[in-house]
């Protein structure tokens, strides 16, 4: 690891460890570089540009100035979440147009699309605080694609792609894998080990359309009612002889996540 990410309460604290940790680097023989540095001081629940810290004998630049792109996620000064929608739907109209700019035929691009680009959009609407308005107005740019690689007629609905039919494509749309990862961070926090990010009760952000703590908290409230009634019979299976049943007092924490989320893609 190379990267330090230093965050103290005042201004003069944090001058003092930058010359603690130029003293350390001098030590070491290395240097830090403040051109690949960024600093962000915040006073009053406002940004403050007022103070300008110095390592190496250099200013470190303002976050203002140039933002900074970590693990697929952009920060700014404005601390905020709304630019990575953008992000990440010319993200996946440029990737769409790349893939569609290739000599391979129309499957191959689809499979493209599923196993490396669709995974690679999915990250930030998992873990950035992204509308799902949003996420079901992405679903466009790749129907298109799709539609035209696979040889469909544009009056091919975007049901036919995505929906459980006789002859269903192994393709999950993106408002649903959006709902998925979304659920599965609900039930990240909820079941966390650390007693500490169970007790904090983070609010996951999903817009005025789809809740996802609402979903989960009914997912939960069917699953346990199921486990009240018992198993039904639901299929022509003989008595006693059809799929095992998962209560949700027994499954592993794993388990209990993989119930939940089937419970409310079904309920979609």
């Not at 699309?113 to 949003?134: H, N």
């Not at 486990?227 to 592993?252: I, Y």
Request: aromatic share 8%; glycine share 6%; hydrophobic share 35%.
């Amino acid at each position: 690891m190379d990267d330090v990410t230093s965050i103290l309460h005042t201004a003069p604290c944090m001058s003092r460890l930058l010359k603690c940790l130029d003293e350390l680097m001098t030590w070491a023989r290395m240097k830090i570089k403040p051109s690949k540095s960024w600093s962000l001081l915040i006073r009053k629940g406002l940004r403050n540009n007022n103070i300008v810290f110095v390592t190496g004998g250099e200013e470190i630049p303002w976050l203002a100035e140039q933002p900074i792109r970590s693990l697929g996620r952009q920060y700014t000064s404005e601390l905020s979440d709304r630019q990575m929608g953008r992000l990440a739907q010319k993200q996946l109209a440029d990737g769409m147009a790349k893939i569609d700019s290739s000599q391979l035929p129309g499957k191959h691009k689809v499979l493209c699309y599923q196993f490396t680009l669709y995974q690679r959009v999915m990250w930030p609407l998992k873990v950035c605080e992204i509308p799902s308005s949003v996420a079901s107005r992405t679903d466009g740019v790749p129907n298109i694609y799709i539609r035209k690689w696979l040889g469909f007629s544009r009056c091919f609905s975007d049901s036919g792609l995505f929906g459980k039919n006789m002859l269903q494509l192994p393709l999950k749309s993106i408002s649903l894998g959006y709902r998925q990862k979304r659920t599965c961070l609900v039930l990240e926090l909820l079941e966390s080990r650390d007693q500490l990010i169970r007790n904090a009760k983070v609010d996951v952000c999903t817009g005025r359309r789809w809740r996802a703590q609402a979903e989960v908290d009914e997912a939960i409230s069917m699953l346990q009612h199921k486990e009240v009634l018992g198993r039904v019979q639901d299929s022509q299976a003989g008595l006693g002889w059809g799929e095992p049943v998962q209560f949700w007092s027994k499954p592993t924490r794993e388990q209990r996540k993989t119930m939940v989320i089937e419970e409310v893609t079904w309920v979609e």
